[in-house]
């Protein structure tokens, strides 16, 4: 799977919710100040070449979903990222973030009762 750029996943996250759209109805979704139809119609584009998305002809416009889930996007980016920042030990991960103190202690144990009932 090909690493998307923040602009592809800011797109990416608009099919996803969509689940068929248009470009213009992903533009409609996207912050001020939005970027140019163009740039939007391009990154579709993008994202149908690394086959994140596959398109079809309704009518005189191109209809877009998704060919990869959301789900399996997050877990290999997150694989990825563990790997490249952490050595590839998630408990590293979680260290780091309740020593930069973005997890309390609560948070923790919140995690580990999940854990605990799957």
Not at 50 to 56: F, G, P
Not at 90 to 114: N, T, W, Y
């Amino acid at each position: 799977m090909d690493k998307l750029t923040k602009q592809e996943e800011e797109v990416m996250q608009q099919i996803w919710q969509l689940g068929e759209c248009t470009v213009k109805e992903v533009l409609n979704r996207l912050p001020e100040p939005q970027p140019p139809y163009t740039t939007v119609a391009s990154v579709v584009q993008n994202l149908k070449r690394k086959q994140y998305v596959k398109q079809r002809q309704q009518g005189k416009t191109y209809v877009y979903e998704p060919c990869v889930d959301e789900e399996d996007y997050k877990r290999g980016f997150m694989t990825g990222f563990v790997r490249d920042y952490f050595r590839g030990s998630f408990r590293d991960m979680v260290s780091f973030f309740a020593r930069e103190e973005k997890l309390s202690a609560e948070d923790l144990q919140d995690i580990i009762r999940e854990i605990e009932q799957q």
